[in-house]
């Protein structure tokens, strides 16, 4: 168990070792609260909650469905083109 103190402002460092396995970078936001155990720092999410289909919405596909046969065949065509372009073989 590590330690740590409270300085005059309230500030309290977590140990470095702590931050790195929780990938707490500076500017990391966390919701306080007061539990029976002591207290406890929940980070909050960089992004809002969102759900698949307004996630796929980014995509820019607008059309029927297509197969997973359909999606391959365009990637492995787009990924021909740009090799292609680049002048790979």
Same mark, same amino acid.
């Given at each position: 168990?590590?330690?740590?103190?409270?300085?005059? &402002?309230?500030?309290?460092?977590?140990? &470095?070792?702590?931050?790195?396995?929780?990938?707490?970078?500076?500017?990391?936001?966390? /919701?306080?609260?007061?539990?029976?155990?002591?207290?406890?720092?929940?980070?909050?999410?960089?992004?809002?909650?969102?759900?698949?289909?307004?996630?796929?919405?980014?995509?820019?596909?607008?059309?029927? /469905? &297509?197969?997973?046969?359909?999606?391959?065949?365009?990637?492995?065509?787009?990924? /021909?083109?740009?090799?292609? &372009?680049?002048?790979?073989?």
């Amino acid at each position: 168990m590590e330690t740590t103190l409270m300085s005059s &402002k309230g500030q309290v460092i977590i140990p &470095k070792a702590i931050r790195t396995s929780l990938h707490w970078g500076p500017g990391t936001r966390f /919701a306080v609260e007061e539990t029976p155990a002591g207290v406890l720092l929940k980070p909050l999410n960089i992004f809002p909650p969102t759900d698949l289909k307004s996630g796929l919405g980014c995509a820019g596909y607008d059309g029927p /469905a &297509k197969s997973i046969d359909e999606m391959r065949e365009g990637i492995d065509e787009e990924l /021909a083109r740009t090799w292609r &372009k680049e002048g790979r073989r």
